[in-house]
């Protein structure tokens, strides 16, 4: 998988936008923007995915820069219950089938 | 629709001793896997399939066997357990195509091995 970056942990108000970034200055032409999440020991959930264009679900916002180097994931009202470890990835072109995690950054959401 | 079903939740074994973790999935998936999880530590890929009789390995494969004998399933067998192997582990599934719509993961094994 492309190598990503993300910040080791974060924190957001309850109500308000939490905003998550994603460094992948690798990744390929073809290559998908993933974004999961994993709430204390849940399975990981997938949230939203993206390649050239802004996507928006009934989760969250994927805003992606136009060099593709760098994402960041929009919670538009933070809850307590959005408090979880988030994963950004990008699987290898061609590797889709072997999803690969990281460290990912540790969201609190705080009343 | 289930989605992703593991089984059992909980297990204990005691070393030495093998066992068989159950993932099923009824979403026609093509592409399954196998992850663990220890305390305050990331996912790793054990095992993964991209199909019915496909398997490859993971970041930790060893102690590890996996079958794909149906689409709907993909058993991890532990063939002689060690407190290492003491994790949680999830299954996962996702279809076949580029930008597909992601993995759906099971709720996960809980297993100690004393």
Known sequence: DAKTTQPTSMDCAEGRAANLPCNHS????????????????????????????????????????????????????ATLRDTAVYYCIVPTQGGSEKLVFGKGTKLTVNP | NAGVTQTPKFQVLKTGQSMTLQCAQDMNHEYMSWYRQD?????????????????DQGEVPNGYNVSRSTTEDFPLRLLSAAPSQTSVYFCASSYRRTGNYGYTFGSGTRLTVV
């Open chain 1, 26 to 77: 690798t990744i390929s032409g073809n290559e998908y923007v993933y974004w999961y999440r994993q709430i204390h020991s849940q399975g990981p959930q997938y949230i939203i995915h993206g390649l050239k264009n802004n996507e928006t679900n009934e989760m969250a916002s994927l805003i992606i820069t136009e060099d593709r180097k760098s994402s960041t994931l929009i919670l538009p009202h």
């Open chain 2, 39 to 55: 305390p305050g530590m990331g996912l790793r890929l054990i095992h993964y399939s991209v199909g019915a009789g496909i398997t």
